[in-house]
Nanobody
Framework: VQLQASGGGLVLPGGSLRLSCAAS????????ITWFRQPPGKEREAGSC????????NYGDSMKGRVVISRDNAKNTVYLQMNNLKPEDAAVYYC?????????????????WGQGTLVTVSS
């Protein structure tokens, strides 16, 4: 199983990015996927989750109303659309597949991880 996260980069404050998490060796439509982020010098934290029944859970208030998680089963890919980005959103963003059906924040409950994609928000 491999997860390939992409779509990060340098963006101006107020800009948007769409991150992609493409999988091989597994059909993501049957699994719960979460996007985590790890700001510089901080711990990794859960951001947005889409369950195997397509229920969505957003964790924390920092990106509330500014992110949308979705999946395209035909492409075996999960996306994270991020809008109105702020400097504090700068982080390495990881996608991960959970070993349980429902969403959750515990990092050790995730079985497979992508390599991360770096998001920098700066003028």
């Amino acid at each position: 199983v491999q997860l390939q996260a992409s779509g990060g980069g340098l963006v101006l404050p107020g800009g948007s990015l769409r991150l992609s998490c493409a999988a091989s060796g597994i059909s993501m439509e049957y699994y719960t996927i979460t996007w985590f982020r790890q700001p510089p010098g901080k711990e990794r934290e859960a951001g947005s989750c889409i369950s195997n029944s397509d229920e969505i859970t957003n964790y924390g208030d920092s990106m509330k109303g500014r992110v949308v998680i979705s999946r395209d089963n035909a492409k075996n890919t999960v996306y994270l659309q991020m809008n109105n980005l702020k400097p504090e959103d700068a982080a390495v963003y990881y996608c991960a597949i959970r070993g349980r059906a429902e969403c959750g924040e515990r990092i050790n409950s995730y079985r497979y991880w992508g390599q991360g994609t770096l998001v920098t928000v700066s003028s």
